[in-house]
């Protein structure tokens, strides 16, 4: 590869974390259940006293910029979180991890800024009366990515499953029943030859109705190496 080309190559790939960093910063802080009557408290946070969750700050790993709120009991910082949501029996979170200090490039011999990073999958989390402690417990989902993007109503989660199909990867419009743990609904929607990113917000996230019967998932095709097509399912 030439010179010149080795430069627009990083310059695309700048431009594209640079707007999908924009898209993340400007997300809602808290996903939103498709019945708004489900929509989380920030008070009394898993039905406790004194535990809540705290106002929206950007973290960043990078490229990307995403929000994340603490969960505060009697004035300390338990943890930070990324779009809590709760449905009729469980709360789930995407846990962030805040990191203000600096590393060593054994390359450059210089100190780099050691940046915050964040879960690539859901955990249900829970307050331990005994140890007055959260848990949190691993969710696993089925072809679940960076780049899933999960959108939630009830127990259903929408969300985009990729997996590694030759030298490519394979996209598909997914629902599934995080009670019942099985897939609702599955549809081959596309390939990406490439991300050339580790912003998470890579792809858009699906859009449920508001009576949760159907969820969209759009088209994408203004992404460098990405020819999704958009399609509507239901679980």
């Keep these: ?28 802080p808290t996903a939103k259940a498709c019945d708004d009557n489900k929509s989380i408290s920030d008070q009394n946070f898993l039905g406790v006293k004194e535990l809540s969750l705290g106002q929206a700050v950007e973290f960043s790993n990078g490229p990307e910029g995403f929000l994340c709120r603490p969960i505060n009991w009697q004035g300390k910082t338990l943890a930070w979180v990324h779009a809590p949501f709760r449905n009729s029996k469980q709360t789930l979170v995407t846990r962030c991890q805040r990191n203000e200090s600096q590393s060593f490039n054994a390359v450059t011999g210089v100190m780099i800024e050691s940046y915050d990073g964040i879960d690539d999958h859901e ?46 990867h394979r996209v598909y419009a997914m629902i599934y029943d995080l009670e019942h743990k099985k897939i609702q609904s599955k549809e081959d929607v596309g390939t990406i030859t490439s991300f050339q990113t580790d912003a998470s917000g890579y792809l858009p996230a699906a859009m449920w109705s508001s009576k949760g019967d159907k969820v969209e998932f759009p088209a994408v095709s203004k992404r460098p190496m990405a020819d999704i097509r958009g399609v509507s399912i239901r679980p």
């Design 1 to 28: 590869m030439s010179n010149v080309a080795k430069l627009e190559f990083i310059s695309q790939n700048l431009l594209v974390n640079l707007v999908l960093a924009m898209t993340s910063v400007l997300a809602c």
């Design 123 to 168: 955990s249900i989390v829970e307050w331990d009366h005994t140890s007055k402690k959260l848990t949190f417990k691993h969710v696993t989902l089925p072809m679940r990515h960076l780049f899933s993007n999960p959108a939630y109503c009830g127990s259903l989660v929408a969300y985009w499953g990729i997996e590694r199909y030759e030298k490519s």
